[in-house]
């Protein structure tokens, strides 16, 4: 049995699937964004039929004959044909509609997902605050270390520059002392540069240290929550905190959910339908049949309206993320209807 609604209902059974789908992108199989009033649902369906053969039958008659004078009788076998219906099995396929609750009807409290109650508008206050501290990696680039610089050796000091008066006019001689002093000199003065640069290099390097001790690769940010953020935290919280219970139909409603931290796929999504109506998010049921890997059984999970689209969220399962569900086949669930209160 095959059904078209584009939705992802995942059975209470460990039926995992090859998905490592983590993303919600607007062509997710469990994002619903349908503008109609009514989901059109076509399932194939395997029905009994008769057909009438006509047969050809071997018949057991009583027939009487007279033998030396008296009557008698005995059995004969005849051949008839005779019409018998026999059965056997057709797809047929059939077309109904569910309709498609709008977000206007998926505020307000009900019976079993009361969004009023103080314990759930608490849970639900501190699942979505406004905003959040979150540590995240430093946009500023970390600091740097500045290019070595090596320590030069050091230089003499040149003397006064020799005059020519003082070699009593040997213009030979003359010549040879400057040359000397004047390669003294350019030396000396290369070392004062040479050792500028170092002394510039340490002042540098000490800089560099405590921009790097004051350095941290993390750092705290507060954030604004959005829509999305919120609903992914009250999911988490029911598919983490409370633990699932096989039975049928409601027993606890979201309020007896929360206290007794159990609760089957109905209880379930009657406290996450409850928290997300207490922080503002419209919520609203879906019930359908589903295929887990022990064969077909009723199921109900939640779905939340975030930014324009319906996310699923069926917290029966730990192996299942807000808006991705892998454990029921979600190609071949058969859709029962969609509620903004559960009528069972």
């Not at 009487?64 to 005849?78: A, H, I, Q």
């Not at 609750?101 to 608490?122: F, G, H, L």
Request: hydrophobic letters at 30%; a positive charge.
């Amino acid at each position: 049995m095959i059904c078209v609604f584009p939705s992802a209902a995942l059975t209470e059974n460990q039926y995992a699937l090859n998905s490592n789908n983590t993303n919600i992108g607007l062509n997710d199989k469990n994002v619903i964004q349908v503008n109609a009033a009514y989901y059109s649902v076509t399932i194939k369906q395997k029905v009994k039929a008769y057909r009438k053969i006509r047969t050809k039958v071997k018949v057991r008659v009583k027939v009487r004959y007279k033998y030396k004078g008296k009557w008698r009788s005995t059995y004969k076998y005849r051949y008839s044909y005779r019409y018998v219906y026999k059965p056997y099995y057709k797809y047929v396929y059939k077309t109904y509609k569910v309709r498609n609750v709008p977000p206007e009807e998926c505020k307000t409290a009900t019976k079993n997902a009361q969004s009023n109650d103080a314990q759930i508008k608490s849970l639900a206050k501190s699942l979505t605050p406004t905003t959040e501290n979150v540590t995240v990696s430093n946009p500023n680039p970390k600091p740097t270390t500045p290019a070595l610089v090596e320590n030069p050796c050091p230089v003499s000091e040149p003397g006064s520059e020799p005059q020519i008066t003082d070699f009593n006019g040997n213009e030979t001689a003359y010549q040879e002392a400057w040359n000397a002093w004047n390669e003294t000199n350019t030396s000396y003065n290369n070392y004062l540069k040479a050792k500028q640069s170092y002394d510039q290099y340490l002042t540098d390097y000490a800089y560099y240290g405590q921009k790097l001790s004051q350095y941290d690769e993390k750092i705290t940010v507060t954030k604004k929550l959005t829509t999305l953020e919120k609903a992914t935290n009250i999911f988490n919280w029911v598919r983490d905190c409370v633990n699932y219970s096989f039975y049928y139909n409601t027993k606890r409603g979201a309020i007896g959910t929360l206290n007794s931290r159990i609760g089957n796929c109905v209880d379930l999504s009657h406290l996450i339908v409850a928290l997300s109506r207490a922080a503002g998010i419209p919520a609203r049921y879906v019930h359908a049949n589903c295929k887990f890997s022990s064969g077909w059984c009723g199921h109900v999970w939640a779905q939340l309206f975030v930014n324009g689209k319906w996310i699923n969220a069926d917290a029966s399962n730990n192996i299942n993320d807000f808006g991705v569900i892998r454990n029921w086949n979600t190609k071949n669930d058969i859709l029962e209807g969609v509620y903004s209160s559960l009528p069972f």
